[in-house]
């Protein structure tokens, strides 16, 4: 019932447009019994050839009115209008539903894609892309059948069932009684496979979400399986995962396909009695021809129903398997919510705090997590330089600025005041971020460079381009910056690629810069290049620099050494060379790869 109570939120707002079909389906319904009820008069004043006094309405002994005149043209002319206005009833409220089932669909889809981009960088850690991309697309697809397709077809199937039990109960309620006997027994196998099949497709919705993550690491990750032959592998791996969807898909469907003839079988056991009924009774003459076949008639209808209603319990519990999954991906809450009365920062104007500052994840605590009481105080427009080895929290120290992540205890202030008493959207207006790993999007040249401001003119854009030293090899492209890059910028190399990072930082115009080790993957041509566009996008601005090579802070404000996400020690170049701390072990170590790599263009320190 959870399931439920929390999807049909996103149905409430189609209630008009649902009632106009639920309306429509009634009417559909109505048809339905009013051409069950001329098989009467067919039988018993058509084919009995049993006369029929002109202009006179004729009433059967149970209360049934027959149309007066010739009986086959006005029977025929009825079922032709009563299909016709049926069809046009279900044609609209089909039509209606499928509206209504859309809608769904895009509102859900929507609400799980702001969901998914409100949380924190720590849900993302524990999320996998593929399981995500499957609840937002594969569960969503099952939901939205369920609201367009089989939701319509249930209030048409339970509307048909009901006048079909009513029709014959006005006819025969001792048939009607027969005709029912079946009910229990079909109830309790409905509810057996529609308890089955929702655990079966839970499993199948897991295994679908698994094979997608696989696809989507292995497109992502190609270069590296090429490079290290693992296609067989990773094909090995993947066939074993279609083997496990095929099972849960087979098992579903064994009980899917049983339904049907289960409830077949079922009617027909049930419709033996009323043979033996029927056929005392109208050698009793107490039942006419035309009754027992307006009976029969909309017996073999209301088993159609059942069977159909028993179907469509099956696939709402599929629905309802993929619902849940929506469900617990909707209730599951990492984000970094604005405080109430949060208010807008605008720029800084003296300096930025680390106060106390440690963080842990989730599953962390104590000693194990990654920051202890950092303490920094940056001056506006300083450069700070953190150094460390692989894992001591340089990364997470700068990701706290932007909160992408928020303290575990202390507090980072600007000008004096709580970051967390920003709201996010001011907050990350004022930081521009350039990493190792240069993220671009399948897009052109021109919108990856203003993606932090899409309203920028040519000229913001072209003059960003030319500080960051990309505006040259950005006009030999095909269409200039026009040019299509490819997924994740593949068409560019790797300097062009982080060129063209620095100049979305550039435009971006944030007084708060962060270079988390943006020159480490290059070669020594493409960093020579791009550390003269770091240069220009430096100017004015608080920047911290996250270095690999030690070579490219030297001239830094101050340099932290982090250990163990402790501040192992500060100071200027100089001042650090002068002890025999681990900044003079890093210096000495590099100086040595240095000399050992006759490679490098660099010079040494």
Same mark, same amino acid.
């Given at each position: 019932m959870?399931?439920?109570?929390?999807?049909?939120?996103?149905?409430?707002?189609?209630?008009?447009?649902?009632?106009?079909?639920?309306?429509?389906? #009634?009417?559909?319904?109505?048809?339905?019994?009013?051409i069950?009820?001329?098989?009467?008069p067919?039988?018993?004043?058509?084919?009995?050839?049993?006369?029929?006094?002109?202009?006179?309405? @004729?009433?059967?002994q149970r209360?049934?009115?027959?149309?007066?005149g010739?009986?086959?043209?006005?029977?025929?002319? &009825?079922?032709?209008?009563?299909?016709?206005?049926?069809?046009?009833?279900?044609?609209?409220?089909n039509?209606?539903?499928?509206?209504?089932?859309?809608?769904?669909?895009?509102?859900?889809?929507?609400?799980?894609?702001?969901?998914?981009?409100?949380?924190?960088?720590?849900?993302?850690?524990l999320?996998?892309?593929?399981?995500?991309?499957?609840?937002?697309s594969?569960?969503?697809?099952?939901?939205?059948?369920?609201?367009?397709l089989?939701?319509?077809?249930?209030?048409?199937?339970?509307?048909?069932?009901?006048?079909?039990?009513?029709?014959?109960?006005?006819?025969?309620?001792?048939?009607?009684?027969l005709?029912?006997?079946?009910?229990?027994?079909?109830?309790?196998?409905?509810?057996?496979?529609?308890?089955?099949?929702?655990?079966?497709?839970?499993?199948?919705?897991?295994?679908?979400?698994?094979?997608?993550?696989?696809?989507?690491?292995?497109?992502?990750? #190609?270069? @590296? #399986?090429?490079?290290?032959?693992?296609?067989a592998?990773e094909?090995?791996?993947?066939?074993?995962?279609?083997?496990?969807?095929f099972?849960?898909?087979?098992?579903? &469907?064994?009980?899917?396909?049983?339904?049907?003839?289960?409830?077949?079988l079922?009617?027909?056991?049930?419709?033996l009695?009323?043979?033996?009924?029927?056929?005392y009774?109208?050698a009793?003459?107490?039942?006419?021809?035309?009754?027992?076949?307006g009976?029969i008639y909309?017996?073999?209808?209301?088993?159609?129903? #059942?069977?159909?209603?028993?179907?469509?319990?099956?696939?709402?519990?599929?629905?309802?398997a993929?619902?849940?999954?929506?469900?617990?991906?909707?209730?599951?809450?990492?984000? !970094?919510?604005d405080?109430?009365?949060?208010?807008?920062?605008?720029?800084?104007?003296?300096?930025?705090?680390?106060r106390?500052v440690?963080?842990?994840?989730g599953?962390?605590d104590?000693?194990?997590?990654?920051?202890?009481?950092?303490?920094?105080?940056?001056?506006r427009?300083?450069?700070?330089?953190?150094?460390g080895?692989?894992?001591?929290?340089?990364s997470?120290?700068?990701?706290?600025?932007?909160?992408?992540?928020?303290?575990?205890?202390?507090?980072?202030l600007?000008?004096?005041?709580?970051?967390?008493?920003?709201?996010?959207?001011?907050?990350?207006?004022?930081?521009?971020?350039?990493?190792?790993?240069?993220?671009?999007?399948?897009?052109?040249?021109?919108?990856?460079?203003?993606?932090?401001?899409?309203?920028?003119?040519?000229?913001r854009?072209?003059?960003?381009?030319?500080?960051?030293? *990309?505006?040259?090899? !950005?006009?030999?492209?095909?269409?200039?910056?026009?040019?299509p !890059?490819?997924?994740?910028g593949?068409?560019?190399?790797?300097?062009?690629?982080?060129?063209?990072?620095i100049?979305?930082?550039?435009l971006?115009?944030?007084?708060?810069?962060?270079?988390?080790?943006?020159?480490? &993957?290059?070669?020594?041509?493409?960093?020579?290049?791009v550390?003269?566009?770091? &240069?220009?996008?430096?100017?004015?601005?608080?920047?911290?620099?996250?270095?690999?090579?030690?070579?490219? @802070?030297?001239?830094?404000?101050?340099?932290?050494?982090?250990e163990?996400?402790?501040? *192992?020690?500060?100071?200027?170049?100089?001042?650090?060379?002068?002890?025999?701390?681990?900044?003079r072990?890093?210096?000495?170590?590099?100086?040595e790869?240095?000399?050992?790599?006759?490679?490098?263009?660099?010079?040494? @320190?």
């Amino acid at each position: 019932m959870r399931v439920l109570r929390r999807l049909f939120q996103f149905v409430r707002p189609y209630s008009p447009k649902l009632l106009f079909a639920f309306s429509l389906l #009634i009417g559909a319904g109505a048809c339905e019994f009013l051409i069950a009820s001329l098989i009467v008069p067919l039988f018993d004043q058509v084919l009995t050839h049993t006369p029929v006094e002109s202009g006179e309405l @004729i009433l059967l002994q149970r209360g049934l009115a027959l149309l007066p005149g010739e009986i086959i043209t006005q029977v025929s002319l &009825a079922l032709v209008l009563l299909t016709l206005f049926k069809g046009l009833c279900l044609y609209y409220a089909n039509y209606s539903m499928g509206y209504v089932g859309q809608s769904v669909v895009t509102d859900l889809r929507i609400r799980l894609f702001d969901h998914v981009l409100d949380q924190s960088m720590a849900f993302f850690s524990l999320t996998s892309t593929g399981r995500l991309m499957s609840r937002v697309s594969n569960d969503v697809e099952q939901v939205q059948e369920a609201v367009s397709l089989s939701l319509g077809e249930l209030v048409r199937e339970t509307v048909l069932l009901v006048a079909f039990i009513s029709f014959v109960i006005s006819l025969d309620w001792r048939l009607a009684l027969l005709s029912v006997l079946i009910a229990p027994l079909a109830l309790s196998l409905t509810l057996v496979m529609g308890k089955r099949i929702r655990a079966v497709s839970v499993r199948s919705r897991e295994d679908t979400a698994t094979i997608n993550d696989q696809l989507q690491q292995s497109i992502t990750g #190609i270069r @590296i #399986i090429k490079a290290f032959g693992m296609e067989a592998h990773e094909g090995k791996s993947f066939r074993k995962n279609c083997g496990r969807l095929f099972r849960s898909n087979m098992k579903a &469907a064994a009980i899917l396909f049983l339904n049907s003839p289960a409830m077949e079988l079922l009617a027909m056991v049930a419709f033996l009695p009323l043979l033996y009924y029927a056929h005392y009774y109208i050698a009793d003459r107490t039942l006419t021809l035309g009754f027992f076949g307006g009976s029969i008639y909309a017996l073999f209808r209301m088993y159609d129903p #059942i069977r159909k209603l028993s179907r469509l319990h099956v696939q709402f519990q599929r629905a309802l398997a993929s619902g849940s999954r929506i469900v617990d991906l909707l209730d599951e809450h990492q984000e !970094i919510k604005d405080r109430p009365g949060a208010f807008v920062l605008d720029g800084i104007r003296d300096s930025i705090e680390f106060r106390d500052v440690s963080f842990s994840y989730g599953d962390q605590d104590g000693e194990a997590g990654v920051l202890h009481n950092i303490n920094l105080k940056v001056r506006r427009n300083q450069v700070i330089a953190l150094v460390g080895s692989s894992g001591s929290g340089k990364s997470t120290l700068v990701g706290l600025l932007p909160r992408f992540y928020d303290p575990t205890s202390g507090s980072i202030l600007i000008d004096g005041k709580d970051i967390r008493d920003f709201t996010q959207s001011s907050l990350r207006r004022q930081i521009a971020i350039v990493t190792q790993e240069t993220f671009l999007f399948n897009d052109t040249v021109r919108n990856n460079i203003a993606y932090g401001d899409m309203s920028a003119s040519d000229d913001r854009i072209q003059e960003a381009a030319r500080a960051a030293l *990309a505006d040259d090899f !950005i006009r030999q492209l095909p269409m200039n910056y026009s040019t299509p !890059i490819g997924e994740r910028g593949q068409r560019l190399s790797g300097g062009e690629r982080q060129r063209i990072s620095i100049a979305r930082a550039i435009l971006r115009n944030a007084p708060i810069l962060i270079l988390d080790e943006a020159t480490s &993957a290059l070669d020594s041509e493409s960093e020579k290049l791009v550390q003269q566009a770091l &240069a220009n996008l430096m100017l004015d601005r608080t920047t911290f620099v996250i270095a690999h090579r030690l070579s490219t @802070i030297r001239n830094a404000d101050l340099i932290l050494v982090l250990e163990h996400g402790r501040i *192992a020690e500060s100071g200027t170049h100089e001042s650090l060379m002068e002890n025999e701390g681990p900044y003079r072990k890093f210096f000495r170590l590099q100086n040595e790869q240095l000399y050992a790599s006759p490679g490098r263009v660099e010079a040494p @320190i």
